[in-house]
């Protein structure tokens, strides 16, 4: 524009007659620059050449000009150029200035603009999302923990959630679910209650049953010797097992109703060592085996979990009371405890016929009996001991003992 | 052998009462049966039981309640504590306030006749320097066994090991239990050693038809003493 302006003010017009008239050393002076090529064309208003490049692009048609100047863009020599008209007055005349220079340095003015403005904003971008990103993972963190720590859970854990863990946002959420559980947790605490009267009222009259028919069949022993028929005693000793296995079948549908989801609390979970489980009950069991003169021995390393003793005890007492019973006199039941792969383990291995394989799923099942057994069983001694591992998490194991003799059912639990 | 002794039990279930009742009659034994907690509370205040049968789930102040009274008011009187729940806590509740055993019903009744003759054993024992099973005598002022009426020779370690058997009688003791209350302070003893001892027990003892167990594993049991019938 500039150039546009010097030059148009060295166009001398004398009448018809126009001229131009630049120094070298001027035009030398308006032709530099250090980035970019200028070129000039001084057209006379017949259209005609007056000085400078004459090969410079016409001013396109139909550009209108403002403020006297029409700025357009065209190609001179292979090169983008950006160019100007000034239509000048000359002679009464309008003559025209075309300047045009490469757009080299516009180019790099525009590169320059544009990276001075898009890195800066590129990076604020980036910024802007790196900040959301970690403001709303660090905002739904807490929720995130609140999920997860619920979704761990087993169905049986009915503690509250602590509220001091949850966002503030989550409160009332944390208190609606806490107040659920609540609500869950007491009736599953009246569903105890219940059990534990109903144990009672069961239990009482079949030990008086139990005392009658044992005293019954102890004065039998006399009474048969003064003549009392045999069939009687015979019928007494019916009575008799009928009311064992009413009083065991009593015991165990209890302790199936305890173990299973809502019969107990989560929160009765301790540490316990299972060893000292086993030898608890050991004596019990020492006894009974001595009946039936089978050797049971015990190999028991400490070994501590998270559990319940009652529900333990449950599934141990129903594992030896099956390894006795289907073991033949003067078999062999070891107890196990320890840890394996490390992790805790409960097991009990007799001599007795064993599962057969086909069979080893459908044991834990409820009222299964293995096809063939002489055993007096309910057939729901297994399926106490899944539910009390199921609810230790605990994985339960059946295959044959030593030798690929006999039986071996074992729980492995989670870590201790 | 153990005398005639008195027996109360608070039972509020007749039929399973006067099962009991008749059970331990039938072993020689005097019994009286209550079915309330207050009642007992006064009973056994006023006469003197040689132990007590008492049931947790009793009408009006409950077996604990009572339990709890008897001990307060220094009554040592033995108590076996029945319960028709099994939970721990019942176990370890009475036990805390001063039970000396536990049974959940139902329950065999030879079991409880063995459990019942154990505590009376143990109450006998406490009160005499005289411990007595079957044909074996111990005199532990003395120190002076005796089998079938004949002077018999135990070795100071083997002494220890019976003492601590006989008084567990019908329980397994344990081998560590066995080295706690017969090693000597700073004294290492080996289970090895605790076999020998009770091999050597078993030599002198099993001909008197005193037995002792193995309980594979875990330790000893004595085995309680059982008469052989006539014409045997």
């Known amino acids: 524009m500039d150039v546009g302006i010097a030059l148009s003010e060295r166009i001398r017009s004398s009448g018809e007659e126009v001229a131009f008239d630049l120094p070298g050393a001027a035009e030398q002076v308006l032709r530099t620059d250090k980035y970019d090529t200028i070129y000039y064309h001084l057209r006379k208003p017949d259209g005609s050449a007056l000085a400078g490049d004459p090969g410079l692009p016409p001013v396109p048609k139909g550009l209108v000009p403002e403020d006297g100047v029409i700025a357009y863009d065209g190609v001179y020599r292979g090169q983008p150029i950006r160019a100007i008209a000034l239509l000048v007055p000359c002679g009464g005349q309008i003559c025209t200035v075309q300047v045009a220079e490469t757009t080299n340095k516009r180019r790099k003015l525009a590169r320059n603009i544009v990276l001075s403005s898009l890195v800066p904003e590129l990076l604020i971008t980036l910024a802007t999302l790196a900040l959301v990103w970690f403001g709303v993972k660090r905002g739904l963190a807490p929720l995130e923990d609140l999920s997860n720590e619920i979704r761990a859970r087993s169905a049986r854990d009915l503690r509250p959630i602590d509220p001091g863990h949850a966002p503030e946002e989550a409160a009332p959420l944390v208190g609606a679910l806490n107040q659920l559980f609540g609500q869950v947790a007491e009736a599953s605490s009246n569903q105890q209650r219940f059990l534990a009267n109903a144990a009672h009222q069961l239990r009482t009259p079949l030990a008086g049953l139990q005392a009658h028919t044992e005293i019954a069949l102890a004065q039998s022993e006399t009474s048969l010797a003064q003549g009392m028929p045999e069939d009687i005693r015979a019928q007494l000793e019916q009575m008799h097992r009928a009311t064992i296995r009413t009083a065991r079948l009593a015991n165990q549908l209890l302790a199936l ?27 019990e069991w020492v006894h009974r085996a001595l009946a039936k003169e089978i050797d049971l021995g015990f190999e028991l390393a400490a070994v501590q979990i998270q ?32 840890m394996r792969n490390d992790h805790p383990f409960l097991e009990v291995e007799d001599d007795g016929p064993g599962i057969p394989p086909a069979e080893r799923e459908q044991v834990l099942e409820r009222f299964y009996r293995v096809n063939g057994t002489a055993g007096t069983g309910s057939g729901l001694g297994l399926s106490i001991v899944r539910e009390i591992a199921a609810a230790h998490r605990a994985q339960i194991d059946i295959g044959s003992g030593e030798g690929a003799r006999g039986c071996k059912v074992g729980l492995t639990f989670p870590h201790g | 052998m153990i005398t005639r002794v008195r027996i109360l039990i608070v039972e509020d279930d007749a039929a399973l009462a006067s099962g009991i009742a008749r059970i331990l009659e039938g072993e020689g034994h005097a019994v ?67 039970a000396d055993d536990y049974m959940a019903k139902p329950f065999a009744m030879p079991e409880l006749a063995a459990r019942v003759r154990a505590l009376v054993r143990r109450s006998q024992a406490q009160t005499g320097p005289k411990i007595v099973h079957g044909p074996l005598v111990l005199d532990t002022l003395a120190r002076r066994a005796q089998l079938v009426g004949a002077p018999l020779d135990l070795a100071a370690r ?40 009770v091999s050597r027990l078993r030599a002198k003892l099993e001909p008197a038809g005193v037995k002792i167990r193995t309980v594979r594993g875990f330790g000893y049991m004595l085995e309680e003493y059982r008469e052989k019938k006539a014409g045997q």
């Open chain 1, 307 to 338: 559990g319940d003793a009652v529900l333990l005890r449950e599934a141990l007492g129903n594992l030896i009371h099956n390894a006795l019973e289907y073991s033949s006199p003067s078999g062999r039941v070891t107890v196990r405890t320890g």
């Open chain 2, 158 to 197: 083997e002494w220890a090991v019976l003492e601590v058997l006989l008084a567990r009688v019908e329980k397994i003791v344990s081998k560590e239990a066995i080295i706690q209350a017969v090693a000597n302070w700073g004294e290492e003893l080996t289970p090895n050693a605790i076999e020998v001892y």
């Open chain 1, 257 to 283: 109703a305890r173990s299973e989801p809502g019969g107990y609390r989560a929160d009765a979970f301790a540490p316990i060592n299972l060893r000292a489980v086993v030898e608890e009950v050991a004596d």
């Open chain 2, 32 to 98: 009286d049966v209550m079915a309330k907690g207050e009642q007992a509370v006064l009973g056994a205040r006023q006469e003197r039981f040689d132990m007590m049968i008492l049931d947790v789930g009793l009408p009006g102040i409950d077996g604990f309640e009572v339990l709890r009274r008897l001990r307060a008011a220094g009554d040592r009187t033995p108590v076996l504590v029945l319960t028709a729940r099994d939970a721990l806590d019942d176990r370890i509740h009475g036990l805390d306030l001063g």
